[in-house]
């Protein structure tokens, strides 16, 4: 069995895209599930060949390391590959933060990376999930709490036009609202959108 500064370590070389140590690290015990002390895991990293490694030597694309995390949000954060090699391994698309709600969709619908949207509808994402009102978010290019918005919400704030209609294709309900009772065009509106 591993000890914990291995895991540590993996971790670590996970995250900074380093296979080679990550190779070795696995071969000497360490469990690709595993977590630093800060509750962060080995498929939280933007490294598609990393993450490919660690997924066919059984990490756990599901496996929420800590209250507010699933690897599969992290993982799209606009890293189309990190998402394909999750998603094929059977990562739920739906799964959401238990801390806040926010789902995969969710990350990267207020962009305009509109194959990782496509690919998560395609694979089951609801395009109607809401977040938990008034929890905290911990992306820093919003507002700190989120507001029981949906993925359209975020598309019409600041994702392509491509995004939203992929939304709108794939059941998008436009008129629900948020918990302050705003609409995603009420979004779009306050970002000054076309």
């Given at each position: 069995?591993a000890t914990?500064?291995l895991?540590?370590?993996?971790?670590?070389?996970a995250?900074?895209?380093?296979?080679?140590?990550?190779?070795?690290?696995?071969?000497?015990g360490a469990?690709p599930?595993?977590v630093?002390?800060?509750?962060?895991g080995t498929?939280?990293?933007?490294h598609?060949?990393?993450?490919?490694y660690?997924?066919?030597?059984?990490?756990?694309?599901?496996?929420?390391r800590n209250e507010?995390?699933?690897?599969?949000?992290?993982?799209?954060?606009?890293?189309y590959e990190?998402l394909?090699?999750?998603v094929?391994a059977?990562?739920?698309?739906?799964?959401?933060?238990d801390?806040?709600g926010?789902?995969?969709?969710?990350?990267v619908a207020?962009?305009t990376e509109?194959?990782?949207v496509?690919?998560?509808?395609?694979?089951?994402?609801?395009?109607?999930a809401?977040t938990?009102?008034g929890?905290?978010?911990?992306?820093?290019?919003?507002?700190?709490?989120?507001?029981?918005e949906?993925p359209?919400?975020?598309?019409a704030?600041?994702?392509?036009p491509?995004?939203?209609q992929?939304?709108l294709?794939?059941?998008?309900d436009?008129?629900?609202?948020?918990?302050?009772?705003?609409t995603?065009l009420?979004w779009?509106?306050w970002y000054?959108?076309?």
């Amino acid at each position: 069995m591993a000890t914990l500064p291995l895991n540590s370590e993996l971790v670590r070389a996970a995250n900074s895209g380093d296979l080679e140590t990550v190779k070795r690290l696995i071969q000497a015990g360490a469990d690709p599930n595993s977590v630093n002390e800060h509750g962060m895991g080995t498929l939280l990293t933007f490294h598609p060949e990393v993450t490919r490694y660690l997924l066919e030597r059984g990490a756990d694309p599901d496996l929420q390391r800590n209250e507010n995390i699933a690897p599969v949000i992290v993982g799209v954060c606009n890293n189309y590959e990190c998402l394909k090699w999750m998603v094929e391994a059977g990562a739920n698309v739906n799964r959401a933060s238990d801390h806040n709600g926010e789902t995969a969709l969710h990350g990267v619908a207020g962009s305009t990376e509109a194959r990782s949207v496509r690919l998560l509808l395609e694979h089951g994402a609801n395009p109607n999930a809401r977040t938990k009102p008034g929890m905290r978010t911990y992306a820093l290019w919003r507002d700190a709490r989120v507001r029981g918005e949906t993925p359209l919400h975020r598309a019409a704030a600041w994702g392509s036009p491509q995004v939203i209609q992929l939304l709108l294709d794939a059941g998008a309900d436009p008129t629900i609202r948020d918990a302050n009772k705003d609409t995603p065009l009420s979004w779009a509106s306050w970002y000054l959108r076309d």
